[in-house]
């Protein structure tokens, strides 16, 4: 019994019984497409949170106030305010003599509701320096972004996000116009360009003003959320850190880095950290979805008894003229990876279809989403189909095998 | 010498219950000879049948098989020897419905190392021999109860076999189709083919030159036609 044979034979079995091919089919094919999907969704989120912290720079150091574990999330991700950052900390680590630092910016964060004549829009403001622009390789689309005297002398002017100046203004310059943050008015100086895509902060949403202006008259507080460090390449990214690290730990008067009160990490460090937490996502939600195909193995090994047992005869038939036991156990074991290959391939169809809907609708929601089939979820999918036809086939191959002929031939 | 076998037995053991189904047969057959084995149902010529055609272990006594002890062979080696020295054609014409009839003529080279285009190449020869080469594409279960023997019989020669084993092979047919049948095996004998038939009918054990006679698992008669025919003139004088 040659290959060919035995595929065409399967073929045969699965077309002449095709509700129940179907039903036996549809665990292995949920298995694959929810497998496939899983990996394909995980590797497009991993894409999208990636090209976030790409889109803002590879060479960024970031400066967060209170401690926290190497890779671990620092305090102030949990939401704790903490204030040992302050502005005097940026200025020392910009005026050092560590010449791999760039250019550095300071934020402060707040949230209000902006009046524009009849149209409310909550929004975030961002109070920072005026180094943001290098830093953080902004573009602005009309007017100035601030200046470093703007910067320090509470000036009351804002750089809008591209969507938020849309928003406020649809049909008219934003240039020169004043809107009320906490109360107090501001004039627009300039527009961001437009970014687009985005699951994280975006700039076209958020507000900007002088970091002075912001901790002085709309927050009233004297510390910082974080600073951000720009390195001249990569790889001095590791000694810049560590400069940063002794001049805060000189500033603030620690002694040993467990009781640092600040954290340096670098977007390197993120990226590091967010790949192996979707990794780790996604693989669990992968052996989750895998949990099908063991069940739709067994519903394999099911139907494959019950055909060795309504083709006792021809088992019979078979051995009587001249098939060995390993002939039939090949036979039906081919019989079996057949069906679960085509369950596979079905699978990956059904998958691939819903993948693309999903791409269609998070795209719809203006992410930019790529739409991810990699070439190895699909080698995967044939793989771990074929496995389980194997796997789940040997038993009853294996009893069909074992069948005496004359008993066999005598089967009705 | 094709087949010899010297005090074959076969105990089947059911529950430590021991059952002897053949109790010690001794015969030989030649090459070329068309024997019929007779009896009633239970005699065991099914069991003889079975280990004459490698399907099944003798307990005891020898078997010889042109010239060399098969007795003792391992479930491969039998199955080799069915694959390559012997054909069948059963009662109920074991043919799958799902094949054409040129599929199932074929299958037993599906165990050979033949190859593919010879295969369809030899089936046509056969079922032009059986008169069948207009129903090459045919299911089975379109064809008559004959047409379906006539498979059978090409199915059964396709791998040249050394000897064609007939289990009842008119046992499911009318008068007519079982007469056609046993003309088919006449011809195929008398081109040299060795035959050995199975069958509790006497009318169909006829056909053949050599009967053995079973009962209760030992031979009671073996002779020629032309003995048995001296032995009924005998009687009726």
Partial sequence: MDFFESVQTSWQMIVRNKMRSLLTMLGIIIGVAAVMIVLSVGESVQALIMNEIKSVGTNLIGVL??????????????????????????????????????????????????????????????GT????????????????????????????VVVLGGKIAEDLFPDQDP??????????????IGVFKKK???????????????????????????????????????ENIDS???????????????DTPSEDDFNVRSTQQAITSISSIT??????????AAISLIVGGFGIMNIMLATVQERTKEIGLRKAVGAKNSSIVFQFLIEAMTITFISGVIGIIVGSLLLFLIAQVVIAYGLSWSFIISPSSIFLGCLVSISIGLIFGIVPARRASLLDPIEALRYE | MLISIKNLKKDFVNEDVVTPVLKGVTFDINKGEFVSIMGPSGSGKSTLMHILSFMDKPTGGVYEFEGDDVSKLDDDQLAEMRSKKVGFIFQSFNLLNRSTVLENVMLPLSYTNIPVEERSVKAKKLLDQVGLSHRLNYSPNKLSGGEKQRVAIARA??????????????????????????????GLNDEGHTI?????????????????KIKDGSIIEDCKVSCRQRAEDDLAK
């Fill in chain 1, 65 to 126: 106030p209170g401690y926290a574990e190497e890779n671990g999330p620092p305090a102030s991700a949990m939401g704790i305010v903490i204030t040992t950052l302050k502005y005097e900390d940026g200025e020392a680590i910009i005026n050092s003599n560590n010449s791999h630092i760039e250019a550095l910016s300071m934020y402060v964060k707040g949230s209000d509701v902006i009046t524009v004549e009849d149209k409310n829009i909550s929004a975030s403001f961002y």
């Fill in chain 1, 129 to 156: 320096t005026a180094s943001y622009i290098d830093v953080e390789n902004a573009e602005i689309e009309k007017g100035r972004f601030f200046t470093k005297d703007e910067e320090i002398g509470n000036a009351r």
């Fill in chain 1, 175 to 188: 240039l020169g116009k004043k809107i009320k943050i906490k109360k107090t008015n501001f004039t627009i």
């Fill in chain 1, 196 to 234: 687009g895509g985005g699951l994280m902060q975006t700039q076209d949403n958020d507000m900007y003003v002088p970091i002075k202006t912001a901790q002085n008259i709309l927050l009233g507080i004297n510390h910082l959320s974080f600073i951000r460090a720009k390195v001249d390449k990569i």
């Fill in chain 1, 240 to 254: 810049a850190m560590e400069d940063i690290k002794i001049i805060l730990r000189d500033r603030h008067k620690v």
């Fill in chain 1, 279 to 288: 990794d780790a996502l996604k693989f669990f939600l992968a052996a989750i």
């Fill in chain 2, 157 to 186: 020669l396709i791998n040249d076999p050394e000897v064609i084993f007939a289990d009842e092979p008119t046992g499911n047919l009318d008068s007519k189709s079982g007469a056609q049948v046993m003309k088919i095996l006449q």
């Fill in chain 2, 196 to 212: 050995i038939l199975v069958t509790h009918e006497k009318s169909t054990a006829e056909h053949a030159e050599r009967m053995i």
